[in-house]
């Protein structure tokens, strides 16, 4: 089993490496907030907020569990700065 998580260690590593050693120059921007609202029928009105940005800076991506998901997305700093796609899901 060693053998095994050794291979997955080594393949992450190499991914890790050649994601560090890409390019991005030409990467396009892409900035999205996505709301997936009610997901679940045992927490009603709770849903996921994810904020995503990719571009020639990096990537960069968070996420929450919020009771009130679009009250949140109405406070954050990356909705109220305009530049950002809101996607419901």
């Not at 393949?11 to 396009?28: C, G, I, M, Q, V």
């Not at 994810?50 to 571009?55: A, D, E, F, H």
């Not at 990537?59 to 419901?88: A, D, M, Q, T, W």
Request: aromatic share 14%.
């Amino acid at each position: 089993m060693s053998k095994n998580i050794d291979k997955v260690r080594a393949h992450r590593e190499a991914l890790k490496t050649a994601w560090f050693n890409f390019d991005h120059s030409k990467t396009p921007e892409v900035k999205q907030i996505i709301v997936d609202y009610n997901n679940n029928p045992w927490w009603e009105g709770y849903g996921e907020v994810k904020v995503l940005r990719s571009g020639p800076d990096g990537y960069c991506s968070f996420s929450s569990h919020e009771e009130n998901p679009f009250l949140r997305v109405s406070e954050l700093k990356e909705f109220n700065s305009g530049e950002y796609e809101l996607i419901v899901k």
